[in-house]
């Protein structure tokens, strides 16, 4: 589980002094830590897991287009190290061009035609690439490729 990953990786960056690790670290611990209080078991699952990652990293990434909008580049800067802290114990991001595949495929075996069909393909879709590629990606690779 990635609970005793992250706990181990706290106790190093307390030894290294690594401010910005053990912030990061300390937000994923503590919304583990929620997300299994509110459903009162012991263990949550892999997936799970995944998406408590997934949005700790939107919600950092929205602050930190927040911040450099307003002019906090301080600020941005901290929740940009946040965010590659979390995404080292995400699995790796499929790029554009194979999101694009992948959906391609989605939507061949689907039978999908028309936006009309887009619900469909991207319930598929999210299942199929859930942790591998944003949602914004794919929805928007989705309506390109139904228009």
Not at 82 to 102: G, H, N, S, W, Y
Not at 115 to 120: A, C, N, R
Not at 128 to 143: N, P, Q, R, S, Y
Request: glycine share 6%.
């Amino acid at each position: 589980m990635i609970s005793t990953i992250i706990d181990q990786k706290i106790k190093e960056a307390m030894l290294a002094k690594d401010q910005a690790k053990l912030r990061g670290l300390r937000a994923i611990k503590a919304a583990l830590l929620l997300a299994r209080t509110e459903k009162g078991s012991e263990e949550i699952n892999e997936e799970a897991e995944l998406k408590i990652l997934q949005r700790l990293v939107k919600q950092r990434k929205e602050s930190s287009d927040i911040y450099t909008q307003q002019g906090r580049q301080d600020l941005a800067i901290i929740e940009e190290e946040e965010i590659a802290v979390i995404t080292e114990f995400m699995p790796k991001q499929l790029d554009r061009e194979e999101v694009a595949a992948k959906i391609a495929g989605i939507i061949a075996t689907s039978g999908a035609t028309s936006v009309k069909d887009m619900g469909k393909v991207m319930g598929l879709a999210n299942k199929e690439l859930a942790g591998k590629a944003d949602g914004k990606l794919i929805a928007e690779l989705v309506k390109a490729q139904l228009a």
